[in-house]
C-alpha cells in the first residue's frame, strides 16, 4: 500500500475520531476492543469500527474488504 496514502488516511482518524495510535494500542490489548478504521480506497473516506487487527474490513460505500484498523494503518499491528 503506498505510504502517502496510508498517511493521508491515518490523518484523517486522526482529525475525525481524535485518535491516538498509542491508546488505541493500549486498549487493544484488552479483550472485546474496537479500533476506529477507514476505507483505504482513494476518494472514499468511509469509517467504522472495526477489530484492532482487522485488515479486510468490509467497506458499506464501495462494496469491497478495504477498511483497515487505525493500528494497522499506524504499523503498530
Ligand atoms: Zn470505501
Do not use: H
Not at 18 to 44: H, K, R, T, Y
Not at 52 to 60: A, K, L, S, T
Amino acid at each position: 500500500m503506498d505510504a502517502v496514502l496510508r498517511g493521508m488516511k491515518l490523518s484523517k482518524l486522526v482529525a475525525e475520531e481524535g485518535f491516538d495510535p498509542v491508546e488505541q494500542l493500549l486498549e487493544a490489548a484488552a479483550a472485546d476492543s474496537v479500533s476506529p478504521g477507514i476505507c483505504v480506497n482513494p476518494g472514499c473516506s468511509y469509517t467504522c469500527e472495526i477489530e484492532p487487527d482487522q485488515d479486510r474490513g468490509w467497506c458499506e460505500a464501495c462494496d469491497t474488504p478495504t477498511v483497515r484498523s487505525a493500528l494497522i494503518l499506524a504499523g503498530l499491528l
